[in-house]
T-cell receptor
């Protein structure tokens, strides 16, 4: 069964450093998303991406965040200058065209020290 | 009003029991609905979509009442492996998922 993959599984970084989280969505999916979940809190939407551009972004997704699809398979989330409050699980998700169900990757646990 | 609201639980039930979870939503999260399950420190996994006519998948039944803005999930014949957090999720008009805080289920032997 095809699945979304994410790397790394765990990233530890110092405050102010840049991090790039990577995702490989399911191959025939065209809609891509990033969500995050701070420990003990609900899953929150960050950004959606379709046709090589951002479709929607939340208030959390400020100028420190960016997304990119650098090739035909990867989808990345970059945080330019990490803050302590960026520590969370970051989930990538993807969905087929005209289908509402979104499928999640296993997540990257980001720890900012 | 919170967009998607759930009782956090935990629901502690014996194996074989029937358990029901409820969820209410606001208008902003009203395009479509889903139940996801999430194990500790894992990703949300799609359990089932929720259709207006109600739908069943094995031991799981989901119902949607748009007039009351209410969604339910019924689990029959609970298994130990059903222990998890159940997330009620709405899809808003811009196709982003809006998650509830989840209801924790513990199934005991």
């Amino acid at each position: 069964e095809p699945e979304v993959t994410q790397t790394p599984s765990h990233q530890v970084t110092q405050m102010g450093q840049e991090v790039i989280l990577r995702c490989v969505p399911i191959s025939n999916h065209l809609y891509f998303y990033w969500y995050r979940q701070i420990l003990g809190q609900k899953v929150e939407f960050l950004v959606s991406f379709y046709n090589n551009e951002i479709s929607e972004k939340s208030e959390i997704f400020d100028d420190q965040f960016s997304v990119e699809r650098p090739d035909g398979s990867n989808f990345t989330l970059k945080i330019r200058s990490t803050k302590l409050e960026d520590s969370a699980m970051y989930f990538c998700a993807s969905s087929e065209p005209f289908v509402y169900e979104q499928f999640f990757g296993p997540g990257t646990r980001l720890t900012v020290l | 009003r919170k967009e998607v609201e759930q009782d956090p639980g935990p629901f502690n039930v014996p194996e074989g029991a029937t358990v029901a979870f409820n969820c209410t939503y606001s208008n902003s999260a009203s395009q479509s609905f889903f139940w996801y399950r999430q194990d500790c420190r894992k990703e949300p996994k799609l359990l089932m979509s929720v259709y207006s006519s109600g739908n069943e998948d094995g031991r799981f039944t989901a119902q949607l009442n748009r007039a009351s803005q209410y969604i339910s999930l019924l689990i029959r014949d609970s298994k130990l492996s059903d222990s998890a957090t159940y997330l009620c999720v709405g899809l808003d008009s811009s196709y982003k998922l809006i998650f509830g805080s989840g209801t924790r289920l513990l199934v005991r032997p």
